[in-house]
T-cell receptor
Framework: KNEVEQSPQNLTAQEGEFITINCSYS?????LHWLQQHPGGGIVSLFM???GKKKHGRLIATINIQEKHSSLHITASHPRDSAVYIC?????????????FGSGTQLTVLP | NAGVTQTPKFQVLKTGQSMTLQCAQD?????MSWYRQDPGMGLRLIHY???????DQGEVPNGYNVSRSTTEDFPLRLLSAAPSQTSVYFC????????????FGPGTRLTVT
């Protein structure tokens, strides 16, 4: 079973700061997901990646397959970025759509 | 498209009662799944389905049943509710043909007293 570790568990930043959230996993994967869960509880998919780097607006996700590590960066952070960010990995074996989730990083961005 | 819908949003049950959490998607996705989310833990897979008529167990299936009679619907049944099933339940779907992006429903907050 893949072990997914996220760090930090909690992060408080001032508006405008550059933020990095890390995710490490133990077993080779087919894809890695970054999800965002807002205080209202809904979960939204931000990125799905299997190699390299993806960018969407102020969000950037990178993955290093050899190191089994991914990072989510937020540039010019804003209070509306406050949410829980969840990393999830999909396995090669069995149904590739079975995901293992990290426990999440609670991000608070202060104005 | 409504995406993935779940009902109810909130539910309180007494120990031993049964109920069904409803999940539907209108994106013609093959894959649907049920997760539970507990404080301090990652989402855990309860049951999943790779298409109509096909279901399988996830990591924490005990106490739950599922069926998939249509592509659109994937209900989760609690057979005899226990306080340990107090949790937030999420339904999710994803397309077939090698696409893995997950679409989540809004969640159901269940309390068992």
């Amino acid at each position: 079973k893949n072990e997914v570790e996220q760090s930090p568990q909690n992060l408080t930043a001032q508006e405008g700061e550059f933020i990095t959230i890390n995710c490490s996993y133990s077993v080779g994967i087919s894809a890695l997901h970054w999800l965002q869960q807002h205080p209202g509880g809904g979960i939204v998919s931000l990125f799905m990646l299997s190699s390299g780097k993806k960018k969407h607006g102020r969000l950037i996700a990178t993955i290093n397959i050899q190191e089994k590590h991914s990072s989510l960066h937020i540039t010019a952070s804003h209070p509306r970025d406050s949410a829980v960010y969840i990393c999830a990995v999909g396995a090669f074996s069995g149904s590739a759509r079975q995901l293992t989730f990290g426990s999440g990083t609670q991000l608070t961005v202060l104005p | 498209n409504a995406g993935v819908t779940q009902t109810p949003k909130f539910q309180v049950l007494k120990t031993g009662q049964s109920m069904t959490l409803q999940c539907a998607q209108d994106m013609n996705h093959e894959y649907m799944s049920w997760y539970r989310q507990d404080p301090g833990m990652g989402l855990r897979l309860i049951h999943y389905s790779v298409g109509a008529g096909i279901t399988d167990q996830g990591e924490v299936p005990n106490g739950y049943n599922v069926s998939r009679s249509t592509t659109e619907d994937f209900p989760l049944r609690l057979l005899s509710a226990a306080p340990s099933q107090t949790s937030v339940y999420f339904c999710a779907s994803s397309p077939g043909q090698g696409h893995y992006e997950q679409y989540f429903g809004p969640g159901t907050r269940l309390t068992v007293t």
